[in-house]
């Protein structure tokens, strides 16, 4: 069972920046697709990112792109979300999920990521 633990979450101002990191550890794949989802107060939880660590392709939900940046370290396991303009809508706690490498799925779909963390809290003020 792997593990995953997030931070960076935090009190912001709306058009300020935060950036979350979530790693990977106990029994570790030689690689993972990891993602981020959110969950807004009183929303579903939705697909935010995802980057394959071994091949670096990434996955946005288009109302992310151009203000979030996925990236990893494959080395350490580690995904991390810079999170830019950020917006009193982006409030939500932020979890992070993984898969190891060669379990196939969507990169969209929360079913099809096996291990989640705890979540960070982010909060943008207005």
């Known amino acids: 069972q792997v593990q995953l633990v997030e931070s960076g979450g935090g009190l912001v101002q709306a058009g300020g920046s935060l950036r979350l990191s979530c790693a990977a550890s106990?029994?570790?794949?030689?690689?993972?697709?990891m993602g981020w989802f959110r969950r807004a107060p009183a929303k579903e939880r939705e697909f935010v990112a995802a980057?394959?660590?071994?091949?670096?392709?990434?996955y946005y939900a288009d109302s992310m792109k151009g203000r979030f940046t996925i990236s990893g370290d494959n080395a350490k396991n580690t995904v991390y979300l810079q999170m830019n303009s950020l917006k009193p809508e982006d409030t939500a706690v932020y979890y992070c999920?993984?898969?190891?490498?060669?379990?196939?799925?969507?990169?969209?779909?929360?079913?099809?990521?096996?291990?989640w963390g705890q979540g960070t809290q982010v909060t943008v003020s207005s």
């Open positions: 106990g029994r570790t794949s030689s690689s993972y697709t």
């Open positions: 999920a993984a898969r190891p490498y060669g379990y196939s799925g969507s990169y969209y779909r929360q079913t099809d990521f096996p291990s």
């Open positions: 980057i394959n660590l071994r091949s670096g392709n990434t």
